[in-house]
Structures are given as C-alpha cells and as structure tokens.
C-alpha cells in the first residue's frame, strides 16, 4: 500500500509507448476505486486496461491480441489477486509468445498471509524487485494493516476487502 506500485507501472508504460511499442495493461475486476477498467494512481496518473477476474485466461486473452499487432509488455497491477493457474499462464506469456510480464502486487493481507498469487510469483518469477514505502514513523513498512471505520487496527475479516487509504495502512 502507498508504495508507488500502480505508479511505477504507469511509468513502464509511458516508457514502452513513447518508444512506439504496444502493451497490454490488466487491473483486478474487483477493484471498483476508480474508474472502470482504468489502472489510476494515488498522484493522478492513469491508463485504461483490461479487468481480469479468477475466471479470465491471460493466456489465450493474449494469444488473441497478437494475432491483430505485435506486444512488447504485458503489465499487470493487483497482481496479488492473480490465481494460481494465471501464474502459469503469465510463464506460458513469457516463454510461448516471447511477451515480458511486469506484475505489480502487494505480497500479503493484512494478518500477513500470503494472496494466492503473491505465493506464486515469489516461487516461480525470473526477476523480484521490492518497492519500499515508509511506515508512519519512518522506517520501511514490512506490512499492511486494515482498519475499521474508527481507525482501529482489524485482526479478523475475509481477505478481500478493497480499499484505500482509509482503510489500510503501512506499518513496520
């Protein structure tokens, strides 16, 4: 949370098409934050993208798009929320139709358990590159906490529940 994530993958993309190279961008379905289909960082940037859900087949999804044109990066933001078998299938992006994947993700929820495809981009990604934020006192936050509607810290809850700042927050 607030580390810059959606941020650093806008970048990315800027950085691909003002070079005149095509990408693909994905958020979670789930997140309803902003606008629909539309990756918006917390400083004002903003691409549209497609939604993916636990249901969506990146793979064939991307086997379709280069049949029309050729794509240089596939960039996906919530990537926490990718299912086991859609880490696969990015590998299956990367080494079948030679497509680089940037996923950006928080690593856990807020009791420090691992999202199900945090677990399988830790195991099975080629390259790790952490994206430090800062703790109110400070240091580097390791972890997030949700709150509740009086600013309490919550121990218990299902693992989804979108939010931002007024529900979560980085803590060391």
Request: aromatic share 8%; glycine share 8%.
């Amino acid at each position: 949370m607030n580390a810059g994530k959606s941020t650093a993958l806008l970048q990315a993309n800027h950085n691909y098409k003002e070079r005149g190279m095509n990408t693909v961008l994905y958020t979670f379905f789930g997140d309803v934050r902003h606008k629909k289909n539309t990756i918006v960082s917390r400083i004002g940037l903003e691409a549209k993208a497609f939604s993916f859900s636990t249901e969506t087949n990146l793979f064939k999804e991307l086997q379709e798009v280069v049949k029309k044109k050729k794509i240089h990066c596939l960039l996906i933001d919530e990537a926490q929320f990718l299912t086991k078998n859609q880490v696969k299938e990015i590998g299956k992006i990367v080494d079948e139709l030679d497509i680089p994947v940037l996923a950006f993700g928080i690593r856990t929820d807020f009791q420090g358990e691992l999202f199900e495809g945090s677990k399988y981009l830790l195991a099975w990604a080629d390259n790790l590159k952490e994206i430090k934020t800062v703790c109110w006192c400070g240091r580097k936050a390791t972890m997030v906490v949700r709150l509740d509607k009086n600013g309490n810290i919550v121990s218990e809850g299902e693992q989804i529940e979108i939010g931002g700042n007024e529900k979560y927050i980085p803590l060391c």
